[in-house]
């Protein structure tokens, strides 16, 4: 099964590089997959801008999407959980949700910046905006989508409101709670590089290392940042399916 899921990619590669050395994809639009591995290397190796090495870049990136994506998880899932179960609360706070959700994250660069300077709060503030919805609506649908009749046998069998958050509320809407917590991941890694193009002042992070990369006009070493972010997010998304086959088991 594994190796057939690697084959659509080894295909996909090989095509890429025969359009290339035939001349039917110029290099400087897209290089090679050759080349673009041998910009990779030059990455781990030399930098971009020379000295401030890959993995440098990664964890700077990394470190901007845990605080952001943190921060969404801890105000998304209270609030979801606060508007599925008081449907009054649900009327005031809705109308704000749905006037704010529609707004791209990318939209609101130039206000966090001019609300946190450029550097880490600024990135973090726009991965956390693209993180927190799905979170929210998820959460929401979640807690919603729990049977009232459960509630209601919990109820007659002298069941405490604090039983009946934990052992009914909670897992019941806990698998719809991990699927935001997995899309709410994923957007707020894209969100990440076009936060970094603001600019950062650590000089660190992938989406900067793709800036400059642009700016010396090196296709190469965009294409290998944007395999390697790929890369990360695939890894990430594998992660929490791990975690939720060995957490939810009830699912």
Not at 69 to 75: E, M
Not at 145 to 172: C, H, M, Q
Request: overall charge positive; glycine content about 10%.
């Amino acid at each position: 099964m594994k190796r057939r899921r690697l084959l659509s990619p080894l295909m996909l590669a090989a095509l890429w590089q025969v359009l290339c050395v035939w001349g039917i994809i110029p290099a400087y639009k897209l290089p090679a997959p050759t080349q673009v591995l041998g910009g990779l290397w030059e990455l781990m190796t030399l930098g971009m801008p020379p000295g401030r090495l890959l993995h440098l870049h990664v964890l700077h990136s990394l470190e901007r999407v845990l605080y952001g994506y943190a921060a969404a998880v801890c105000t998304a899932v209270p609030l979801g959980i606060a508007m599925g179960w008081f449907p009054r609360f649900r009327t005031l706070a809705e109308p704000v949700v749905e006037l704010i959700r529609p707004i791209p994250p990318l939209a609101w660069i130039p206000i966090a910046i001019l609300w946190f300077g450029i550097g880490i709060k600024s990135a973090a503030f726009i991965i956390f905006l693209g993180a927190f919805f799905p979170i929210l609506l998820n959460t929401i649908s979640g807690v919603r989508s729990i049977d009232r009749i459960l509630i209601e046998a919990a109820r007659t069998l002298n069941a405490k409101d604090k039983d009946i958050f934990l052992k009914v509320l909670l897992p019941g809407s806990v698998p719809s709670i991990w699927t935001g917590l997995r899309i709410g991941v994923g957007i707020g890694w894209m969100t990440l590089v076009a936060a970094e193009f603001t600019g950062v002042r650590e000089g660190y992070g992938l989406g900067y290392m793709i800036m400059t990369a642009r700016d010396i006009q090196r296709p190469d070493e965009i294409v290998a940042g944007m395999l390697v972010i790929g890369m990360i997010g695939l890894s990430i998304d594998a992660g929490l399916r791990l975690l939720e086959r060995r957490l939810i088991r009830w699912r």
